[in-house]
């Protein structure tokens, strides 16, 4: 496997935008959005328990975000703001910003988001300070030699210190790269340049292209990617950090690994994924030389747009059904897999699926295709 690992500085081309400080006495009026929102949906919680969602609103081409106050009748009501890519005050449009969002929360309740640009292809990063409401947005990998087509399926995860790493699939190379945030701006570097898959001969050579649908894990200082080699139809995992990444193959029987979601639970390494040749939702636990496979849905068309979450110990997998267009959801019994639809029967659902836990429940959300909007409910 050939590696690229000249790391290259770059300094973020910051953008300060976004509102103003609420003060206590003033009423927060709440609109209902009627944008077409929840594609490239991510979803996490605040420190004090409320989930907020990021989102790509494809009626403006851009970034939204949301907050939701989960009512004591068991209602939400969703509060809006606007982190990139909406016109500003002037009317000036920046341009169509948010497919590939990713997610993550600080302690100290910062909200950082990893995207994409579309216009310009590249990465780009929102920061969302807790105690003022204000973004601040700016490029993520400009300077580090990435092709003109990066920025795809970003994850991001915080370093020991809480500083953002983001992992994201350079489409015109063909690679996995990483990118480090230190003194204010970020550094990148390729991660894995991938190896092109052998031939017959007579057959047509196959370029590399690896690190599609990558999902980052920082654990005691390590770093842990596991992603997608297209070319060789792999599920790989790289570990390390900068400049220093060892690499294990974790399933390569067929043509397997799309939509991994790794989760780490106490040492343990939980990765949902999906079987691309046969269709079908597989999950592993175990660690870099031992993994143990299985199949836990095998119904037609289904596993892509995975998510996984570790509850009470026990994995549960939201997962998209694309013979029913629906969410269904996996959750572990002891040995056997216990499977449920969970929405879709009246539209189209199961896009871009994300599964948290507040406030001693689960709750999902999905992208509703049918009626253009995110679909968000309590699972127990």
């Avoid at 790794?262 to 691309?276: E, K, T």
């Avoid at 029913?324 to 029967?345: C, H, Q």
């Amino acid at each position: 496997m050939l590696l690229g690992l000249a790391a290259i500085g770059c300094r973020s081309d910051i953008n300060i935008v976004g509102k103003a400080p609420v003060e206590e006495e003033e009423e927060v009026v709440v609109e209902e959005f009627t944008n077409d929102w929840g594609q490239w949906l991510s979803m996490a919680t605040l420190p004090d328990g409320r989930p907020v969602a990021a989102f790509y609103d494809a009626t403006k081409g851009a970034l939204g975000f949301a907050i939701a106050t989960i009512n004591a009748d068991g209602t939400v009501t969703w509060t809006y703001e606007q982190p990139d890519g909406y016109p500003d005050a002037g009317g000036l449009d920046s341009g169509d910003r948010g497919k590939y969002v990713d997610m993550v929360v600080a302690s100290n309740g910062d909200v950082w988001l990893a995207y994409r640009d579309l216009n310009q292809e590249n990465l780009r990063y929102a920061r969302r300070y807790y105690l003022s409401g204000q973004w601040e947005n700016g490029l993520a990998d400009a300077d580090s030699n990435p092709s003109s087509s990066s920025g795809m399926f970003a994850s991001i995860a915080l370093d020991g210190s809480e500083n953002p790493v983001i992992a994201h699939y350079d489409a015109g190379l063909g690679n996995l790269r990483m990118v480090h945030w230190s003194n204010g701006g970020f550094t990148g570097e390729v991660v894995d340049e991938g190896t092109a898959p052998e031939v017959a001969e007579g057959e047509d050579p196959i370029d590399a292209d690896v690190g599609l649908f990558p999902s980052l894990q920082i654990v005691n200082g390590v770093e842990y990617v596991a992603y997608y080699d297209k070319a060789n139809g792999d599920l790989l995992l790289a570990s390390g950090g900068s400049g220093a990444y060892s690499f294990d193959t974790i399933a390569s029987e067929g043509d397997v690994g799309a939509w991994p979601d790794l989760v780490i639970d106490n040492g343990d390494m939980h990765i949902a994924f999906h079987d691309v040749g046969n269709q079908d939702l597989l999950y592993t636990v175990g660690e870099p030389g031992n993994w143990d496979i299985e199949v836990v849905d095998d119904g037609e068309y289904v596993g892509a747009d995975s998510d996984l979450l570790i509850s009470g110990g026990s994995p549960r997998i939201a997962y998209f059904d694309g013979h029913n267009n629906d969410m269904k959801l996996a959750t572990r019994v002891g040995d056997d897999w216990s499977i449920e639809t969970k929405a879709g029967s009246d539209g189209a659902l199961g896009f871009f699926n994300e599964l948290i836990e507040t406030g001693g429940r689960v709750y999902a959300g999905c992208y509703d295709y049918t009626q253009r909007t995110v679909w968000f409910s309590a699972l127990n």
